[in-house]
């Protein structure tokens, strides 16, 4: 049983002005990283331009961050492909690689045909095959596939099937698959705005873009929220809808980085079509961390 409780940053992928990875930097901020309060790492995911990747560059990085993470530390890869089949394959090479769990995006681009049923099959077969555990990944802002409550509770009972990262902010949706679910089913809320109320409906950690620089905050959010003090709690989890918004939905990737760099780890370029934040986008995103408390 691989128990999930904790922070899980999804980490970025480090480049190089050519645009080639910067492995060395990766493991710089892998080691930083390793004296945070984390559980492990999410590597090759959304934030980690994982559609941006090679399949070799994405095998590269994952056995990069399992070389240099710290001992007992879980590796959750990126390992989703839009069939089963690549996806079947890549999770074995991240296998290979040394990550503990696969976590696997919704299949998107024939969005109208993703049914429940579709998507119940898609991830059986994947599960029945992979040699590590399986997370699926919801995020339908970026997939357009937002996955049905009756596939989650479907899929929950595979015994390869350990949890799901739940980017959607469905918060009822949440509780209903977390109730009607197997008890060992285990939820991570997608992002830090909504960490609080996910801890409230029964989601065990989060994968939060704010885990890449400020993980001892949400840390002291959740072990309040444990000990029963919700009013510091809350008052925690009103401080970083600014700041996580920023890095998110409203700077994306490239805000993500730009915070990275503000706050003595590397950031770096992104890959195109991604575009770098202009310069007053930096002071602004600056403004909001300093707001935060986070960047002082």
């Known amino acids: ?3 999930l409780a904790g922070i899980y940053p999804p980490i970025t992928t480090p480049f190089n002005d050519d645009g080639a990875l910067a492995l060395a930097h990766l493991e710089s901020n892998i080691e930083r990283l390793n004296r945070e ?5 999410v590597v090759g995911g959304s934030n980690g331009e994982f559609v941006l990747l090679s399949v070799e560059e994405r095998v590269e990085v ?3 961050v399992c070389q240099v993470k710290s001992l007992g530390r879980l590796v959750i890869a990126g390992a989703g492909q839009e069939s089963a089949r690549e996806t079947i394959g890549l999770a074995r090479q991240m296998a290979a690689a040394g990550a503990d769990l696969a976590i696997v995006v919704t299949p ?7 049914t429940s049923s579709a998507l119940q099959g898609f991830y059986t077969q994947v599960a029945d095959a992979s040699p590590i555990p399986v997370l699926i990944y919801n995020v339908p802002a970026n997939t357009g596939i937002d996955m049905p409550a009756e596939a989650i509770i479907y899929l929950a009972r595979h015994p390869n099937i350990v949890g799901m990262k739940d980017s959607s902010g469905n918060l009822a949706k949440m509780a209903f698959a977390l109730r009607e679910a197997p008890a060992d089913f285990q939820m991570l809320a997608g992002s830090a705005g909504f960490l609080l109320p996910a801890l409230s409906v029964g989601a065990v950690g989060v994968v ?5 620089f400020a993980a001892a905050v949400l840390k002291d959010m959740m072990d309040r929220f444990q000990q029963g003090d919700t009013k510091g709690a809350k008052e925690i989890q009103l401080r970083v809808v600014e700041p996580n918004t920023a890095v998110t939905t409203r700077f994306g990737v490239p805000g993500l980085k730009a915070a990275l760099d503000l706050l003595g780890y590397y950031g770096g370029p992104v890959r195109s079509p991604l575009q770098p934040l202009t310069d007053e986008e930096r002071r602004t995103l600056s403004e909001i961390l300093r707001r935060a408390g986070i960047l002082h």
């Open 1 to 3: 049983m691989i128990h």
């Open 208 to 212: 939060p873009a704010l885990g890449n």
């Open 62 to 64: 994952v056995r990069t």
């Open 37 to 41: 309060p984390l559980a492990g790492y």
């Open 108 to 114: 998107g681009y024939y969005k109208s045909k993703m």
